[in-house]
């Protein structure tokens, strides 16, 4: 069966390190895959997109990998704020459309 | 630009009842879809519609439909109200396929 997983146990990080969370998947070929945040009581917010032919991408402090070998990615968040204190969802499109499947998300606490 | 706008925001129903939810996309943005979040059952895609077509659908009840309008405008209907359904529904709007897809803030739905 098709499964997206996150780490479902929180993680508690020092401000200034370096957050890493893994989303892995099976069955599936996806398109492309995106990472999102999202804040209680709040719709998600876009981060990051990367495509099936890219192996990296940066945003500021954010950064994703996405190996279809493994079928992984890894999302860094580096010199991790309090302010990034939040859920982060990873997303992916299988059929090349507009038909996201999320991952059960990440919460991550940054601690001063 | 302005946003994803999802009207209402909050709303109480009782079991049995309909409820219709509105939500305006992006400007110039074609695609729009529409998802269920519960604690139990993560973000769960519904429903997503481009140019007025249903382009894909998730695997949820005939209780659960939708449409769009010729300015893009979705709406999300949900007839036969069941507790289970008591969830926040977002709606995302993306220009087109393989895009980024921009989240609402969510109507959190609770029937009684």
């Known amino acids: 069966s098709q499964k997206i997983e996150q780490n479902s146990e929180a993680l508690n990080i020092q401000e200034g390190k370096t957050a890493t969370l893994t989303c892995n998947y099976t069955?599936?070929?996806?398109?492309?895959l995106q990472w999102y945040r999202q804040d209680p009581g709040r719709g998600p917010v876009f981060l990051l997109l990367?495509?099936?032919?890219?192996k990296e991408k940066r945003k500021e402090r954010l950064k994703v990998t996405f190996d279809t070998t493994l079928k992984q990615s890894l999302f860094h968040i580096t010199a991790s704020q309090p302010a990034d204190s939040a859920t982060y969802l990873c997303?992916?499109?299988?059929?090349?459309?507009?038909?996201?499947?999320f991952g059960g998300g990440t919460r991550v606490l940054v601690k001063p | 630009k302005a946003g994803v706008t999802q009207t209402p925001r909050y709303l109480i129903k009782t079991r049995g009842q309909q409820v219709t939810l509105s939500c305006s996309p992006i400007?110039?943005?074609?695609?729009v879809s529409w998802y269920q979040q519960t604690p139990g059952q993560g973000l769960q895609f519904l429903f997503e519609?481009?140019?007025?077509?249903?382009?894909n659908k998730g695997n949820f009840p005939g209780r659960f439909s939708g449409r769009q309008f010729s300015n893009s405008r979705s709406e999300m209907n949900v007839s036969t109200l069941e507790l289970g359904d008591s969830a926040l529904y977002l709606c995302?709007?993306?220009?087109?396929?393989?895009?980024?897809?921009?989240f609402g803030p969510g109507t959190r739905l609770l029937v009684l």
């Open positions: 519609y481009f140019s007025e077509t249903q382009r």
């Open positions: 990367i495509r099936e032919n890219e």
């Open positions: 995302a709007s993306s220009p087109g396929r393989q895009e980024t897809q921009y």
């Open positions: 069955n599936y070929s996806p398109a492309y």
């Open positions: 400007s110039g943005h074609r695609s």
């Open positions: 997303a992916l499109d299988e059929a090349a459309g507009n038909k996201l499947t």
